[in-house]
């Protein structure tokens, strides 16, 4: 069994954190020369334009469709432990062609396949929806991470999100765990973020990370 473990940064609600995070995570384990493979998988491209790619020759679709291995398609980044496997415009059509497929949701999972070897941590960014690229991350990944936004249809999110997992967790990835909850952009002045917070600590306790992501202008 390889070494390598992959976590799905995933939230369907839209701008709660998730490509802050991805970035983020990916780049420390970089720094701490852990060899690191960050997946581009929301067709928005904003984990690539992190690092300056906008406009890649090879991207992950290539490797979802199984055209290229991922060990040709991934970009070096300034950091020598920190690959990047880029998004591009292709992949909004990946939503729609593998939609019929009998196999549609193990496409990641299968190209990951040999990366897996060659990475000690692969993370990866999910697109906001619990669409077919999301269902191939919960599919390959051993972990999912979730940043939260303390607002007030958070949890509602979180329960769709959770139920999501079971499902997959009955079928095609057992073993999909729940790698942590991270509350992002937080306001400790606002009254119902605290309201929030206080009820996803009681339901998930020490699922929940302690630190917290406070809402910062220089981050964004
Ligand atoms: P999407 O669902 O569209 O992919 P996302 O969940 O990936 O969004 P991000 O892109 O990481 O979310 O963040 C949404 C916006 O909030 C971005 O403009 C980002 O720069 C900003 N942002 C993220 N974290 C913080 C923070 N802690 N403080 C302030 N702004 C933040
Ligand atoms: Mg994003």
């Not at 950091?79 to 909004?92: E, I, M």
């Not at 939260?148 to 999501?164: I, N, P, S, W």
């Not at 929030?196 to 992501?213: D, L, M, P, S, T």
Request: proline share 5%.
């Amino acid at each position: 069994m390889s070494a390598c473990r992959v976590i799905a940064v995933v939230n369907q609600k839209g701008g709660v954190g998730k490509t802050t995070t991805a970035v983020n995570l990916a780049a420390c384990f970089g720094v701490s020369e852990r060899t690191t493979l960050l997946i581009d998988l929301d067709p928005q491209g904003n984990a690539s334009s992190a690092f300056g790619v906008s406009k890649p020759l090879h991207q992950v679709y290539d490797c979802l469709i199984g055209r290229m291995a991922i060990k040709d398609a991934v970009l070096p980044t300034e950091l020598s432990s920190l690959d990047l496997l880029p998004a591009g415009p292709d992949l909004v059509g990946a939503e729609i062609e593998l939609v019929t497929a009998e196999d549609r949701a193990l496409h990641l999972d299968r190209a990951l396949e040999d990366a897996r070897n060659h990475y000690e941590l692969i993370i990866i960014d999910c697109p906001p929806s619990l669409g077919i690229l999301t269902l191939n991350a919960l599919t390959a990944a051993d972990s999912i991470l979730i940043p939260l936004q303390c607002e007030y249809y958070a949890l509602e999110g979180l329960a769709r999100l959770m139920e999501t997992r079971e499902l997959i967790r009955a079928s095609l990835n057992p073993k999909l765990e729940l790698e942590g909850i991270v509350l992002t952009m937080v306001d400790l002045r606002n009254n119902l973020s605290r309201q929030v917070e206080a009820e996803v600590r009681q339901h998930f306790g020490n699922k929940v990370y302690r630190n917290r992501i406070p809402r910062n202008v220089r981050l964004s």
